[in-house]
């Protein structure tokens, strides 16, 4: 192999298909970029083996045709600081040789048959487009869902899980202590669902994020295909059964509702946070009275307290109720700040329901700490 190159754009390229690729000391080959020339393009890809993502790379010049694997830490480091706007990158015996100006690098290389093939799989399996969104949206939704799935500990719940159906798609994560609902009006071709990785997730959206563009996605039961640009994600799907959510969205018992700004939510929350992140008892935990129109907030650390109070819409009766402050942070920064709130209760023990005001297209569902007698 022997090619000329943009460093800007290979670096941009090689940072994509990174975002699959997490080190792995029993088979450093997953720790690898593979690397291939195909005409005058170079061919990228990165996988874990449950994500895969590829693109390519228009090369100025191929003067010699071949393929490759390689740890890409170092040359990503490296390049960075090259000046140069060319780089050749060449094959030299069984070293990976990077050239810009008068600087010459050598980089070991791994056995490029001993690579994966994933990419070959999803590649020749076109369907019809599930879904075509556009990528900052797509982005944005996955990150106002993320943060409440649930960790590896229990793999069912470690993901997004998507829902088509009735002209609609609905987005749902969970670690059993908190719900975040999203739905969406969509027209669809057929209904679907699906257990997207977070792993899988966190890569999807920091890649568009930095794209304004299409995306296009495809679907065969046991993987999600992702298309935007030049770029392919592939992921596979988690079979386990996704717990059922619909009876908790559906609760519509509850008989008192506060109503707040999310900019003063934010602010308070802010404050009671620094108290209470420390809490060797109740960690983020702070207890919140409600009654005739005020809120009272209280929290506490091993050597400081605090109390804070404001005047809210409130309707119902007086109730006491202790919640995670971070868990309920975590879902409120992502409203924008000129919107109103609504946080709706029951009791000490059931849980609380957020959304903004007038719309239930985003609903976070919290459940509450046990209170101290």
Not at 258 to 281: A, C, H, K, Q
Request: glycine share 4%; net charge negative; hydrophobic share 40%.
């Amino acid at each position: 192999m022997q090619v000329i190159v943009n460093r800007t754009e290979f670096l941009k390229k090689l940072r994509i298909v990174e975002k699959a690729i997490s080190e792995n000391k029993i088979k450093p080959i997953l720790s690898c970029v593979y690397m291939e020339t195909r005409g005058e393009m170079l061919f990228l890809c990165g996988t874990n083996l449950e994500t895969t993502i590829t693109t390519t790379v228009s090369c100025k010049q191929v003067i010699e045709e071949g393929k490759v694997a390689f740890q890409y830490p170092l040359i990503d480091e490296y390049m960075k600081e090259l000046k140069e706007e060319e780089v050749q990158i060449r094959m030299a015996g069984d070293s990976l040789m990077v050239e810009g100006g008068d600087a010459v690098s050598e980089f070991s290389t791994f056995s490029s048959e001993d690579y994966p093939k994933a990419f070959e799989n999803f590649m020749q399996q076109e369907k019809e487009v599930l879904l075509r969104m556009n990528s900052i949206e797509l982005a944005s939704i996955f990150d106002k869902l993320k943060f409440s799935a649930g960790n590896t500990d229990n793999p069912a719940i470690h993901c997004v899980r998507i829902e088509g159906r009735d002209g609609e798609i609905h987005f749902v994560t969970t670690d059993t202590y908190r719900l975040t609902y999203l739905h969406k009006e969509f027209l669809l071709p057929e209904d679907f669902q699906m257990s997207l990785p977070l792993e899988a997730v966190e890569a999807c959206s920091k890649i568009f994020r930095g794209l304004e563009a299409d995306v296009k996605l495809y679907f065969d039961k046991k993987f999600a295909h992702f298309e935007i640009e030049d770029i392919h994600i592939m992921s596979s799907l988690i079979e386990l059964n996704f717990p059922a959510y619909q009876a908790i969205l559906s609760n519509g018992n509850y008989d008192k509702t506060m109503g707040i700004s999310t900019e003063n939510l934010l602010s308070i929350l802010r404050r009671v946070i620094i108290f209470v992140r420390n809490n060797e008892e109740s960690k983020y935990g702070a207890t919140f009275h409600l009654s005739d129109g005020l809120l009272k907030i209280k929290g506490n650390s091993d050597i400081a307290k605090i109390n804070e109070e404001m005047i809210v819409d409130y309707q119902g009766a007086p109730l006491k109720v202790s919640l995670n402050t971070k868990y309920l942070f975590d879902f409120v920064q992502n409203l924008e700040k000129d919107t109103e709130l609504s946080v709706e209760m029951l009791s000490s023990k059931t849980s609380v329901k957020v959304h903004e005001k007038g719309k239930e297209d985003y609903i976070y569902i919290l459940m509450p700490l046990a209170l101290k007698d």
